[in-house]
């Protein structure tokens, strides 16, 4: 059974920092995203990789302070999440593929998904 699993989410006061994981079983996938969707507001993209490692993507809201990582070990990409602002309050996804090459920046581009991890940082 193919799946992603996040974990890592919680609460966290600005400045803060967090890091979800994503970790994948059943098969391999060539690229992985992490998405957000906050109340009210359409699921947006945060970050993208190769699982070769030589893309790398990032949201303009989000770079200098988010960046991701993998442990082929243990089939697992991570999101270090640094310099929290309220705006990044919402539920994250990972979603993987197996048919491209280079990350996605939309959610067509990916076909399977986690169940999604709630961030919430105070002010």
């Known amino acids: 059974q193919v799946q992603l699993v996040e974990s890592g989410g919680g609460l966290v006061q600005a400045g803060g920092s967090l890091r979800l994981s994503c970790a994948a079983s059943?098969?391999?996938?060539?690229?992985y995203g992490w998405f957000r969707q906050a109340p009210g507001k359409e699921r947006e993209f945060v970050a993208g990789?190769?699982?070769?490692?030589?893309?790398?993507y990032y949201a303009d809201s989000v770079k200098g302070r988010f960046t991701l990582s993998r442990d082929s070990a243990k089939n697992t990409v991570y999101l270090q999440m640094n310099s929290l602002k309220p705006e990044d309050t919402a539920v994250y996804y990972c979603?993987?593929?197996?048919?491209?090459?280079?990350?996605?920046?939309?959610?067509?581009?990916?076909?399977?998904w986690g169940q999604g991890t709630q961030v919430t940082v105070s002010s």
């Open positions: 990789m190769s699982w070769s490692g030589d893309s790398t």
């Open positions: 059943g098969r391999t996938f060539s690229t």
């Open positions: 979603a993987a593929d197996w048919l491209r090459a280079r990350p996605g920046t939309t959610s067509s581009t990916y076909a399977y």
